[in-house]
């Protein structure tokens, strides 16, 4: 687990790196890529959760979490999926939102940075009223910023305001969330010829941008509820039901060197300076439902202390999105100077939805404090559904023990 406190000591600005020195964990897989936190867990890469459940569910963009609006991120390495049905062999990452406190606090930061960063932000938690049993918070994030990359911005606003309830028997958490980014792919697949492979007095300076500045974004809007309740029945059993909306658009359009049809040599003319380019946009429109309800019994059988975890978890992924890809026109590497690009109309794709239930089951035994014996089983059933096409055969996965 890596505590706010900490990754905000050690600068982290976003997610991927917030798991930088994270046994099993490597941080930056592929470097710095707007396009998501690109991490690998026991070489493996990990599912994403946010609040316990699952934020992604295929490669579309989609904006990255705002560091500044988590409390905590955990790793989980190793197979899951006896609790998270479609997880991954490395592990899972789950970020954890700030939560209302009952402490009254807050505070109010400017960040100045390399590459014009510019960035203000704000958090307000407390009581609300004189019960003693409301209290909200308000996080928000405007940042107006460039990178590393020529000609790329990173700028950002994100708002989350959330508000908590706790009774005899009962918490209630609610929490809300905007963001709008407006950046681009900070990935130009620079030749590796041009980059690692040259004589001195050579090579490409590493923010070369290789795109066009008055095309290339990722455009990027997610708005999301997310709402979590529990109440313990009696001194045994605990319910809990979590539940979550997503409402994503993104719009990502990149040009990028062709690196790859020619690593060795990917120069059009004997001079190694001018290369070909590609150009690929795409605009997923993703809408998410997630619900995750579960009975906790904790009791003893003789020297066995048990909690016992049982429930069922649901999902409703839907996707409308267009695209298109192609060839456009070459550049000079040294002299970076984009003319002559034509955006090709984009082509809708077919309507996808997905559906998944799983039921699941865990008994995590102790005894005596030093031996801990885990049990668990989970059944989903999947169905895709891809418009104009029929229905996917269901898919059954049997219980998975532990």
């Known amino acids: 687990m890596i505590t706010s406190a900490l990754f905000t000591d050690r600068g982290a600005q976003n997610l991927q790196e917030t798991l930088r020195y994270s046994a099993g964990v490597t941080a930056d897989a592929w470097g710095l890529d707007t396009r998501g936190d690109a991490s690998t867990i026991r070489g493996l890469d990990p599912v994403q959760y946010v609040d316990g459940m699952c934020r992604l569910y295929n490669f579309s963009p989609m904006a990255r979490p705002e560091v500044y609006g988590l409390e905590r991120v955990e790793v989980l390495r190793g197979p899951s ?5 479609a997880g991954a062999a490395g592990g899972i990452i789950n970020a954890i939102s700030k939560r ?55 700028d950002r606003i994100y708002i989350a305001p959330s508000i908590t309830w706790r009774g005899e028997r009962s918490n209630l958490i609610v929490l809300a969330s905007y963001q709008r ?3 681009a792919s900070s990935q130009q697949f620079l030749p590796v010829v041009a980059t690692l492979r040259t004589p001195p007095g050579c090579k ?9 500045k008055n095309l290339d974004k990722l455009e990027s809007r997610v708005a999301s509820a997310t709402v979590l309740f529990d109440h313990a029945l009696n001194d045994v059993v605990t319910w809990r039901s979590n539940w979550r909306y997503i409402d994503a658009k993104t719009d990502f359009l990149e040009i990028y060197a062709d690196s790859y049809s020619n690593p060795e040599y990917p120069f059009v003319f004997d001079e190694r300076r001018v290369v070909n380019r590609n150009i690929y946009g795409v605009k997923p429109n993703n809408r998410i439902l997630t619900a995750d309800n579960s009975l906790q019994f904790d009791f003893a059988t003789g020297a066995f202390a048990h909690v016992l975890l049982a429930g069922v978890d649901y999902t409703d992924f839907r996707e409308e999105s267009s695209t298109f890809s192609g060839v456009t026109t070459p550049i000079d590497t040294y002299d970076p100077v984009s003319t002559g690009v034509v955006v090709p109309d984009y082509l809708d794709m077919p309507d996808q939805r997905s559906t998944k239930t799983g039921v699941y089951a865990q008994d995590q035994i102790r005894w005596a404090d030093r031996v801990t014996m885990v049990l668990g089983a989970r059944r989903d059933r999947v169905v895709s559904k891809t418009q104009g096409m029929p229905t996917r055969p269901t898919t059954k996965r049997p219980g998975a023990w532990a």
């Open 181 to 183: 980014d407006d950046t």
């Open 81 to 85: 999926s006896m609790l998270y049905g």
């Open 100 to 154: 209302p406190s009952f402490q009254d606090g807050g505070e109010i930061g400017l960040q100045l940075g390399s590459f014009d960063r510019r960035q203000l932000q704000g958090d307000i938690t407390g009581q609300l009223g004189d019960s003693g049993n409301l209290a909200g918070r308000l996080v928000g994030v405007v940042r107006d910023s460039g990178m590393q990359t020529d000609e790329i911005d990173d």
């Open 204 to 212: 490409l300076d590493p923010g070369t941008f290789l795109g066009d």
